[in-house]
C-alpha cells in the first residue's frame, strides 16, 4: 500500500532523477563531479576583457558541478611558472594556462603533463602537441579590424601602431598587420610603441602623448587590444584629433562600448570574440581533454566585427545588449559535446 506519506517520498526522489542520470550518462571524471578540481593560471587580468574570460571560465565550471583554483601571477612570468608548480602540487585534474610567455611556461606545462595532468593554453604558445591552444582566431581579429581600417581611409594613409612582441595573441596579429602593410604599400607606419605595465590604457596613453606630438600627420592607429585602444584614445582626446585620427582595435567590453559611442570617438571599428565565451570554451576544452576526447590541438573562437556605426545604429550599450542584437557574439558552437552541460542549459 502507497501511503502519502510514501508517495511524496517518491515523487521527491523522482525530481531528483533527471539531473542523476544526466551526470551519470557523463564521462568520468564527470560522472561524479563534486571530486573535480582545476585550476585557472593567469598571466594578465587588468581589464575588462579578463575579468568577463573569468567569469566564462567560472561560468561553465560550475554548470559542470566541479571545483575551481584561480592563480593570479600579475603578469610576473617566474610566479606564473611557480604556480602551475603549485596547481600540480595540489592534485588539481586539469589545468588551464591564461596567457604567458613561451620561455617561462614551455617547461612549467610540460611538467603539468609529465605529472598525468591535462593541461589546456590560451593565448601562450608553449610549443606542446600534447596541450590544445584556445585562440580567438587572432589573425581573423586582425584581418577584420584592417579591413574595416581600409573601408573607411582607402588604400593609402598614414599610421601608427601599437604592439608588444612575446606575447602570443599579439604575435598573432602582428602578422596580419605585416601581411596587410605588404599588400597595401600606400600604407605608411610612421611609429610602433606599446607597454604592457599597469595600469595598462594609462600606460599607453603617456606613450601615444609622444607619439601623436612628434608625428601630426598620423591618421590611423591600429591598436589591436582594447586596453592599448583605450589609452591611444585618451591621448587623441587630449591632443584635440578626434576628428583627424581613426582607431581600430580587438576585444570589446562595456567600457568600450561607451567609448566608441561618446559624439565624436575616434575608435571607429573593434573585432572581438566575446572573452566570456572564450572562457567557457577554454574549460570544455579541457573538460574534454580529462575525459579522453579530444578537442583539437587548435580550438579556435570565431571573432565578429563590431563598427561605431554598428553600435549607434542599433543602440547596443553594453555587452549584453550587444549579445541579444548580434547571435553570433553570444555563442560559439566550439568544444560542445553531446554530454558537456553548457551554462546557458538547466543543469
Known sequence: MITRRSLAALLAGAALWPGLAAAQDRPAPFDNPAD????????LSTGDFFQAYLAGVERQAAALGIGLRVFDSRQDAALQADMVDQ???????????QHGLTESMQEAAQRAVDAGIPVVAFDVDVQNEAIPQIEQSDRDLAR???????????????????????????????????????????????????????????????????????????QVVFAPYDEFAKGVKIAVDEAGLSGQVSIYSADISTADIAAMREPGSAWKATAATNPAVVGEVSVRALAMLM???????????????????????????????????????????????????????PQ
Open 36 to 43: 573535480v578540481e582545476i585550476a585557472l593560471v593567469r598571466y
Open 87 to 97: 596547481a600540480i602540487a595540489l592534485g588539481v585534474d586539469g589545468i588551464i594556462i
Open 144 to 218: 577584420l579590424a584592417l579591413e574595416q581600417a581600409i573601408a573607411d581611409n582607402g588604400e593609402s594613409w598614414t599610421a601608427a601602431y601599437v604592439y608588444v612582441p612575446g606575447i602570443a595573441p599579439l604575435d598573432r596579429r602582428n602578422e596580419t598587420w605585416e601581411e596587410f602593410k605588404a599588400r597595401y604599400p600606400g600604407i605608411e607606419e610612421v611609429a610602433v610603441f606599446g607597454t604592457l605595465d599597469n595600469p595598462i590604457a594609462n600606460s599607453v596613453a603617456n606613450q601615444a602623448r609622444s607619439v601623436l606630438s612628434a608625428n601630426p600627420g598620423i
Open 291 to 345: 575525459a579522453g576526447e579530444d578537442p583539437g590541438h587548435q580550438v579556435i573562437v570565431p571573432p565578429t566585427l563590431i563598427t561605431q556605426a554598428m553600435l549607434n545604429e542599433q543602440d547596443i550599450t553594453n555587452m549584453e545588449e550587444l549579445a541579444e542584437r548580434v547571435p553570433a557574439f553570444a555563442h560559439a558552437d566550439v568544444a560542445a559535446p553531446d554530454w558537456m552541460p553548457l551554462p546557458s542549459a
